[in-house]
């Protein structure tokens, strides 16, 4: 199953002449592939945090294992100990297949220079 999907993954090909509703849904298949591994990665470090075998803290692996900055691996860390105060949490992550497919409301941004203000005339 895992092969297959990152076979799927390798196989694209940015010169191939796709529309942009297809490219679109590419992009929101590689978030649900990186929500997904995001949520299974912080199991796996709360797993970590329940050895109790003298290793190394989740934290720590978080960052020599993984290469995230410290910043990132105490949050990942704190996170990941949270889990165990939330079973119910855990096992909806555990049984996550990814991310629910509802659409994101982004802000729109406008592009070039804004409109002044007409100005007043003195009367």
């Known amino acids: 199953m895992f092969e297959a999907g990152l076979a799927e993954l390798k196989a694209f090909d940015p010169s191939a002449a796709l529309s942009r509703p297809e490219l679109a849904d590419a992009l929101d298949a590689r978030d649900k592939v ?3 591994a995001e949520a299974n990665r912080l199991l796996v470090l709360a797993a970590i945090d329940g050895l109790d075998d003298n290793g190394s803290d989740a934290e ?3 960052r020599n294992q993984s290469r ?3 910043r990132k ?3 990942d860390a704190k996170t990941a100990s ?3 105060d939330m079973p119910t949490v855990a096992q909806k992550l ?3 297949k990814s991310r629910p497919n509802t659409p994101r409301k982004r802000p ?3 592009r ?3 409109p002044r203000k007409p100005m007043s005339s003195p009367t």
Do not use: T, V
């Open 34 to 36: 990186i929500a997904l």
């Open 108 to 110: 729109m941004r406008r």
């Open 94 to 96: 555990a049984m996550a």
């Open 112 to 114: 070039g220079p804004r």
């Open 82 to 84: 949270a889990l165990k």
């Open 60 to 62: 720590r692996m978080g």
């Open 68 to 70: 995230r900055s410290s």
């Open 73 to 75: 691996s105490k949050k």
